[in-house]
């Protein structure tokens, strides 16, 4: 989009969309919502070169060379003509907040460290879709720069063509067109109760496993990973609240982000996700493995459809629709979102869990690559995240989270491992 000013000179500058505008709402001086993907390759990474494979790259992605802005009623994001984004070595405790003025207003960072190439971008720039858009792009531009020869295509863009506008689309505003906004759930769940770590501290913990082994044990619960691995965290937090001391039980609940590109075409490499949240009450009586698969096998079949979906796309957009909302001030905006997000939102989940399924990368790019990874972030208040994503036959479940007590990984792992799958794990803090 664009507006003239004084001199009649256009300036450039683009909304947030639907979600985005929630996510600076959130922030605090101990938190951003800050994802991290990174890919590791087979050579160590000679940071110089990766330095120009950023600078060449970052412009065929305007909105993340883009700093944010504050209006009266609106945020809204104008390109950022000042240096960077730079690459540095890598942190230990990754994905810190990100204050908007910082980092010369970059919402985006990146690393190396050995053969590990990593990319944290705050979430008004975008989902973990457009992020591996912009990382894979990052990443081919470097293995050129080295004298290989790879192909655009999948995650990797032509960083000389001229962006196609369906990739700045707020694209949530065209498919919100459903004729009911259906409810949400909006009972307390389960929260993991924990030791909060120093500020500034993330603990990860990650599980290296075979795409073909879980394949193979999912399918034995006729289930597909996703709803597998679903049930396997929903089984670790019910083990978790049951050795926790309670006066009374809760549902544990699962807040799963879907990717609606799958259901709704679209370019965007803006957000265009909806989350879903497979749960179970164990108040209804105990649970079995077999029967929580079983569920969460039906509530994937009966809520991830283009109905459904696009009944929530509707909910979510009713509030930016409302003409009065609109004209209220950004501060008391601000206000109402972050009551309603700590009072009713953020209580709604036991924890986060994403998966981003089976990466595709050009074929000529694949001997390079050994294995992507990708973290939701520091979490808003005490849980753990989990995320999912796999490349070739190498599956990675990596977990973050801000307390000591990693029980619930644990449980995850044991899980699997009870079942037949080997783990090799790797973590930023001693097990």
């Known amino acids: 989009m664009s507006k003239s000013n004084s001199k009649h000179t256009p300036k450039t500058w683009y909304r947030l969309d639907l979600s985005a505008i929630v996510y600076p709402t959130l922030q605090r001086r101990d938190f951003s919502s800050v994802y991290r993907l990174s890919v590791l390759l087979k050579d160590p990474v000679q940071p110089d070169i990766l330095q120009q494979a950023v600078d060449i790259a970052i412009k065929r992605f305007p909105t993340y060379h ?29 994905c810190m907040p990100m204050p908007f003025k910082s980092n010369n207003r970059y919402l985006v960072r990146f690393y190396w460290y050995d053969r590990r190439i990593s990319l944290e971008a705050h979430h008004s720039l975008g989902d973990g879709t457009g992020g591996m858009y912009l990382l894979q792009t990052v990443t081919a ?20 063509e001229t962006p196609d506008p369906e990739e700045f689309e707020d694209a949530y505003m065209r498919y919100a067109n459903a004729r009911v906004c259906p409810p949400r759930p909006a009972e307390k769940t389960y929260r993991v109760r924990g030791t909060k770590e120093p500020f500034y501290t993330l603990n990860v913990i990650d599980g290296i496993m075979s795409v ?14 996703t709803e597998y691995l679903n049930a396997v965290l929903l089984y670790s937090l019910l083990q978790k609240q049951e050795h926790d001391f309670h006066l009374r039980l809760r549902p544990v609940r699962i807040a799963m982000p879907v990717n609606l590109r799958r259901f709704f075409p679209s370019k965007t490499l803006r957000n265009f996700i909806t989350m879903v949240y497979p749960s179970i009450d164990p108040r209804l009586g105990d649970y079995t493995f077999e029967e929580i698969v079983t569920q969460v096998h039906h509530y994937m079949r009966y809520y991830i459809n283009s ?5 929530d796309i509707t909910t979510n957009a009713s509030t930016q629709r409302n ?12 206000f109402v979102v972050r009551q309603f997000y ?7 989940s036991s924890a986060g869990l994403t998966n981003m399924g089976a990466i595709r990368v050009p074929d000529d790019m694949k001997p390079y690559l050994e294995r992507f990874d990708i973290y ?8 753990t995240n989990c995320a999912i994503v796999s490349f070739e ?18 449980r995850f792992f044991q899980k699997l491992v009870e079942d037949g799958i080997p783990v090799t794990i790797e973590s930023n803090r001693e097990l």
């Open 323 to 334: 003409p009065l909302i609109r004209i209220v001030p950004l501060f008391l905006k601000d």
């Open 141 to 160: 531009v470097y293995l050129r720069l080295l004298g290989h020869e790879i192909s655009n295509g999948g995650f990797v863009l032509d960083v000389n």
């Open 342 to 348: 700590q009072r009713v939102q953020d209580k709604n």
């Open 307 to 311: 109905k459904f979906l696009r009944g």
């Open 393 to 410: 036959d190498t599956l990675t479940v990596n977990f973050a989270s801000c307390i000591i007590e990693a029980d619930v990984e644990r």
């Open 212 to 225: 073909s082994a879980v394949q193979k044990v999912a399918k034995q619960y006729q289930a597909s990973i």
């Open 376 to 383: 939701m972030g520091i979490p808003y208040s005490q849980r």
């Open 66 to 94: 883009s700093a944010m802005r504050k209006g009266f009623f609106w945020r809204y994001l104008e390109p950022n003509t000042r240096p960077g984004p730079f690459v540095k070595p890598d942190i230990r405790n990754f």
